[in-house]
């Protein structure tokens, strides 16, 4: 039997055992050998791994793993936990609008940051807490500003893509997102409700166009 079945087997296990860290482990060595002319097993095994995921914490990795596996193979299961743990930026639903907003913009920004200096990750806890920091500022100063107010989820995220927080040392001609989606068709680039290119089924700010969440920036998962 191929190593990467008994890893998911054993995943599963784990899983079921309510030990989702071990589930992890197996589960994530499933998915990365999983021969992608085994597309059936790779989408269940990023399934399962969505739940240990997120029953351990990271829930935007386990969003990411679900969106993964709903790009392969469109699956009611996999839509129905999207729509009920992602919110409108494609991000893990917080307990209300404010604070989705919040971690839509801080998302935005530190990958900015990240970009600019051409790294995966933040380097350590005086980093992390500068850059919170920092982009709190910048938060609360737009907040006041009253510019939000009223505004649709998709108009907000526009806000947030424009805002542009001077970083230390940062040099704004590194900002450009390497990959711009246009879409030919109608001339213009990919709108956050338009549905995503990839057929997914998903709306582009939830699939290929989202936000990685904190814990999936944490381990540099650009």
């Not at 039997?1 to 071990?22: C, E, K, N, Q, T």
């Not at 060595?29 to 095994?45: F, M």
């Not at 549905?195 to 582009?204: A, N, T």
Request: positive net charge; hydrophobic residues 35%; aromatic residues 12%.
């Amino acid at each position: 039997m191929d190593r990467w079945i008994v890893d998911f087997h054993r995943g599963i296990r784990y899983l079921s055992g309510h030990d989702p860290a071990s589930a992890v482990v197996f589960l994530s060595r499933a998915v990365q050998n999983c021969p992608l002319s085994r597309p059936g097993e790779l989408t269940r095994a990023l399934y399962y791994l969505g739940i240990a995921l997120r029953r351990i914490g990271y829930g935007s990795s386990a969003i990411r793993s679900w969106v993964s596996s709903q790009r392969m193979k469109k699956s009611k299961h996999i839509r129905a936990l999207l729509d009920r743990f992602c919110n409108e930026y494609g991000m893990v639903k917080q307990d209300c609008e404010a604070q989705d907003d919040w971690q839509a913009f801080y998302s935005i920004q530190l990958l900015r940051y990240l970009r600019g200096f051409k790294k995966r990750t933040l380097s350590d806890r005086a980093e992390r807490s500068m850059i919170g920091d920092i982009v709190r500022e910048a938060w609360k100063e737009l907040q006041a500003s009253g510019v939000l107010d009223g505004r649709t989820p998709e108009e907000k995220y526009e806000i947030f893509q424009d805002t542009k927080i001077d970083f230390p040392l940062f040099y704004y001609g590194r900002l450009k997102d390497p990959v711009v989606r246009v879409n030919f068709a109608e001339g213009r680039r990919y709108k956050p409700g338009d549905s995503c290119p990839c057929g997914s089924g998903l709306q582009y700010r939830c699939c290929c166009g989202r936000n990685p969440g904190e814990d999936e920036l944490s381990i540099g998962l650009l």
